[in-house]
Every structure is written in C-alpha cells, then in structure tokens.
C-alpha cells in the first residue's frame, strides 16, 4: 500500500494562469476528496467522488475550480485564472468507501500552490 | 452546523511531560472523531479515531475517549518526547451521506528536550 499521492508536491503561478493538480488515490478506495488547507488553519471540504462520480462540492469551489475522477482511479483539480487568494496547501484523501459515518480517509502530501 | 473548537496553541512542553490537548464539538446525531497529525511541511495522518460514544481510540501511546455527555474528544498522552512535535487536528465525520470531514484550527505541539 503505496499511500495516496499528490502532484506537484510545489507550484508557483502568476495570478491569470492556470494550474492543474493530481491526486493518485491507494488503490481499492472508492472515494476521494478534496481539502484546502491555510497557513494556521484546519483544512477546509471541497468536493468528494464516490469512484468517478463528483457526489458533494463545497460553496468555497467557485466556478474558477474544476475536479474530475474520470475512470474512478486517479483525480485532477483545476483552478482557472488564479488568483492571489487561491495560495494555499491542496490536499487529496481517499477511503475505502465501504459505510457512511466512520469511513477513515488517508491523506496524501499535499500541493502547496503560490500565486505571485 | 457542525463545527470543532480545539484549544489554542502553541503548548510548550518539556520532554516526558503529561500531554493533554482539548476538543470539543458540536453536531446533529453522532459524529466519528479523529485525531490527525500533522508534521512540518507534510500532510496529514491519521492518530486514532473513535466511531462512537465511550469508545477510546489509541495509538503511539497517544489516547482519546469519545464523551456524548460533554461532547469531547479529548488528546492525552503520558510521556511526550521531542518528537511529537507537530501540529494536531481534531475532527469530526457527520455520518449519512455527507461524507466530509470538518476540522478544528490545529494545536502546535512544541516539546523541548
């Protein structure tokens, strides 16, 4: 069991560009998540696949902000047009996906993004 | 709504101390808790967990027991070392089909030898 990974690990943009990270989630798990994270902050929700379908999205994932699992395995996030208040730490969980209410997710290392 | 109030840090403490890191929450129904960590410049990882009420999740000599009458979740752990330095998450699982978990503000753990 290899761990969930995340690429790239760093990114830095200038604002009006856009930026595309991966999440490779452990393999079996059904769902996967997606968290931002700010510097001295708890992460914050913003969006879950149940394998490739995108079943719940946060009000914080403006319409600059797209994710896709497109064959239940892997997950890209999108942000379009950055902006300044968009750096932060993205992070990717998985999980088994087998119950509600006490499934546990594994996070990946996160992508710090940087917009300059 | 559901929310997760942690006490602030950073708490400074000397090797072998006692460790203890306050959580509370607020949720409709009965939530799962967990207790994540989080190193510097790394993501984080699951502690222990507990997925009802009386239930105490323990891991790495670190202990947590799920209070429905205070609605707590508390971090304890006897003898820190200096490597238990690092910042700790509190959260809860709303069951039913929201599946996200929600976080408090983190606790910076500071332990010096």
């Given amino acids: 069991d290899t761990g969930v990974s995340q690429n790239p690990r760093h990114k830095i943009t200038k604002r009006g560009q856009n930026v595309t990270f991966r999440c490779d989630p452990i393999s079996e798990h059904n769902r996967l998540y997606w968290y931002r994270q700010t510097l001295g902050q708890g992460p914050e929700f913003l969006t879950y696949f149940q394998n490739e379908a995108q079943l719940e999205k946060s009000r914080l994932l403006s319409d600059r902000f797209s994710a896709e699992r497109p064959k239940g395995s892997f997950s890209t996030l999108e942000i379009q047009r950055t902006e300044q208040g968009d750096s932060a730490m993205y992070l990717c969980a998985s999980s088994p996906g087998r119950t509600y209410g006490t499934d546990t997710q594994y996070f990946g290392p996160g992508t710090r993004l940087t917009v300059l | ?113």
């Fill in chain 2, 1 to 113: 709504g559901n929310s997760v109030t942690q006490m602030e840090g950073p708490v400074t403490l000397s090797e072998e101390a006692f460790l203890t890191i306050n959580c509370t929450y607020t949720a409709t129904g009965y939530p799962s808790l967990f207790w994540y960590v989080q190193y510097p410049g790394e993501g984080l990882q699951l502690l222990l967990k507990a997925t009802k009420a009386d239930d105490k999740g323990s891991n790495k000599g670190f202990e947590a027991t799920y209070r429905k009458e205070t609605t707590s979740f508390h971090l304890e752990k006897g003898s820190v070392q200096v490597s238990d330095s690092a910042v700790y998450f509190c959260a809860l699982l709303y069951g039913g089909a929201t599946n996200k978990l929600i976080f408090g503000t983190g606790t910076l753990l500071a332990v010096q030898p």
